[in-house]
Nanobody, 127 residues
Framework: QVQLVESGGGSVQAGGSLRLSCAVSGMLSSWYCMGWFRQAPGKEREGVAA????????YYADSVKGRFTISQDDAWNTLYLQMNSLKPEDTAMYYC????????????????????WGQGTQVTVSS
């Protein structure tokens, strides 16, 4: 059973940086899409970035392109989200998610396509 545990959230001023981590356990193959999602109060959960673990192919929401980078460690045990040039509108609870994709290497950034979720880590950006 795949388990995901996020960490690294916190409070930062606009323009600052944070790196989120997602510790992965129970994932027996690399044929997975993994994604970072966020949900601000009163808003729907939205996809931020995704990666196809086997190939390292990455995807980004337009709102974070050029500022956020999704990556993974060589052992595929940890997923990262490096967030630079943070803005107040990036304030949200950030979640790590995973879904097995043995037959397709394309990742979507839509909530319903992911099966396993972490508990989330809060990111607050002040102006």
């Amino acid at each position: 059973q795949v388990q995901l545990v996020e960490s690294g959230g916190g409070s930062v001023q606009a323009g600052g940086s944070l790196r989120l981590s997602c510790a992965v356990s129970g994932m027996l193959s690399s044929w997975y899409c993994m994604g970072w999602f966020r949900q601000a109060p009163g808003k729907e959960r939205e996809g931020v970035a995704a990666i196809y673990r086997r190939l390292g192919t990455t995807y980004y929401a337009d709102s974070v392109k050029g500022r956020f980078t999704i990556s993974q460690d060589d052992a595929w045990n940890t997923l990262y989200l490096q967030m630079n040039s943070l803005k107040p509108e990036d304030t949200a609870m950030y979640y790590c998610a995973a879904v097995p994709k043995p037959y397709s290497s394309t990742c979507q950034m839509t909530e319903y396509t992911y099966h396993t979720w972490g508990q989330g880590t809060q990111v607050t950006v002040s102006s």
